[in-house]
Nanobody
Framework: QVQLVESGGGLVRPGGALSLKCEAS????????MAWYRQAPGKQRELVAI?????TSTVADSVKGRFTISRDKNTLYLQMNSLKPEDTAVYYC?????????????WGQGTQVTVSL
């Protein structure tokens, strides 16, 4: 079992920066990737960035060049720079297990990010 807890959300001005952190606990042996998702009011949850166990990462086109995902053992980070109002959403930490006959997604409770004047 894996537990995920996000932190670091808050209110920032457009063009500002914010760092999110996700602390993972429990058994991580089956986790093959971790990711950040976000969901704005009235919109579907979308993938923001994902990182594999070997360190390879991908970010969504909408945040490319502005957001950076990284992982240090059981801690996942999302560095957000040059924030825009459209980045406003609840950000969720995700850990994915995908092995033979056993697949599962773990989710954190979410942390609110608001970008506004």
């Amino acid at each position: 079992q894996v537990q995920l807890v996000e932190s670091g959300g808050g209110l920032v001005r457009p063009g500002g920066a914010l760092s999110l952190k996700c602390e993972a606990s429990g058994s991580m042996v089956s986790i093959i990737s971790m990711a950040w998702y976000r969901q704005a009011p009235g919109k579907q949850r979308e993938l923001v960035a994902i990182i594999a166990t070997r360190g390879t990462s991908t970010v969504a086109d909408s945040v490319k060049g502005r957001f950076t995902i990284s992982r240090d053992k059981n801690t996942l980070y999302l560095q957000m720079n040059s924030l825009k109002p459209e980045d406003t959403a609840v950000y969720y930490c995700n850990a994915h297990s995908d092995v033979i006959l056993r697949q599962y997604d773990y989710w954190g409770q979410g942390t609110q990010v608001t970008v506004s004047l």
